[in-house]
């Protein structure tokens, strides 16, 4: 399959506020050499705790920040180097739906200003303004006669549907989706998800899908990404994923969702508090049950101990290997 999106290597870093002018400046890591990809008509779910480095890495592919190394490439172009009439194609090929559908919407505009805005920014000439403008409301489910109403006049789930139509007007490439049912009513949820597989499987978009809630991630993604501390530690097709946890974070998360049935519940991870200096190269060192001082070094890269299953920890792979 073509590839859509290119993450290499990439990491950010922002500084901290110094206690005086004389302080040395200390740096927050948020995203340390991440690299995935996304092919065409796929859905990349990237899971993990607040503060692993999610949303950051989102605002790196949308170019709202720059990485301090590494390449976004989309479309083979890299997207920080980009400029002028380059850089504006690239960012119609990547559109967002932001957790909030009620204060990502303009109170003050109607649905049709809404959804005609970018289409506007970008030239697009009346007729196939209009045309596209319908087009998106059947796509998205919303009736032809909301078109004159206000974002406080819809629902919740129905505010999601206009930013997925206001998303998907430029017809890009990739959307990111940063945990767009989360606001949302239980009942609603589904309904969304729903929604955007159809859409995908119609309009042959890719999506990454960034979200706590873990049985959303694998109903809706090919493949997952977890996220540690900044980092990538396992990246594997969804299934296999949640059928065989490698790494002891994806493990710790897994064993975190609820089940109605205890008896089928996986073994309960335990969680110790090693020294935390003992292994700077291992995210996870100062939580993990497996942890040795010995081995747990060299943790930087993934090692591909299946096909298609990556994982980013010595213990392991060496585990898998003697299976």
Same mark, same amino acid.
């Given at each position: 399959m073509k590839k859509i999106l290119e993450i290499k290597n990439v990491s950010k870093k922002f500084a901290l506020r110094k206690d005086n002018f004389f302080s040395r400046q200390n740096y927050f890591t948020a995203v340390d050499n991440v690299s995935l990809s996304l092919e065409e008509n796929q859905t990349l779910g990237i899971v993990g705790e607040s503060g692993s480095g999610k949303t950051t890495l989102a605002k790196l592919i949308l170019d709202i920040e720059k990485p301090d190394s590494g390449e976004i490439l989309i479309a083979g172009k890299?997207? &920080?180097?980009?400029?002028?009439?380059?850089?504006?194609?690239?960012?119609?090929q990547t559109q967002v739906i932001f957790q909030d559908p009620y204060s990502s919407l303009n109170p003050r505009m109607n649905v049709e200003n809404i959804i005609l805005e970018p289409l506007q920014i970008n030239n697009i000439a009346a007729p196939e303004q209009n045309k596209i403008l319908h087009s998106l409301l059947n796509s998205v489910g919303l009736p032809q006669n909301c078109l004159k109403k206000y974002p406080h006049e819809f629902s919740g789930g129905q505010r999601q549907r206009i930013a997925i139509a206001r998303a998907l007007a430029l017809k890009p490439k990739v959307i990111i989706a940063d945990e767009p049912i989360s606001s949302l009513d239980i009942s609603i949820q589904a309904q969304i998800l729903n929604l955007l597989k159809e859409i995908k499987d119609e309009l042959r978009v890719s999506y990454i899908f960034i979200s706590h809630d873990l049985s959303a991630v694998c109903h809706i993604s090919d493949k997952i990404?977890?996220?540690?501390?900044? &980092?990538?530690v396992e990246l594997a097709g969804a299934e296999e994923l949640f059928k065989n946890p490698l790494h002891p974070y994806t493990q710790l998360l897994l064993n975190s969702v609820p089940d109605a049935d205890p008896e089928n519940k996986n073994e309960e991870i335990k969680i110790i508090q090693n020294d935390s200096n003992a292994s700077p190269t291992c995210a996870f060192a100062e939580r993990c049950p497996l942890y040795d001082e010995a081995l747990c070094v060299n943790e930087n890269t993934l090692m591909e101990v299946e096909k298609n299953h990556f994982v980013k920890c010595i213990l392991s792979s060496r585990e898998k290997a003697l299976s």
């Open positions: 890299n997207i &920080s180097l980009a400029k002028g009439k380059e850089l504006k194609e690239l960012r119609r990404a977890v996220m540690n501390k900044a &980092s990538v």
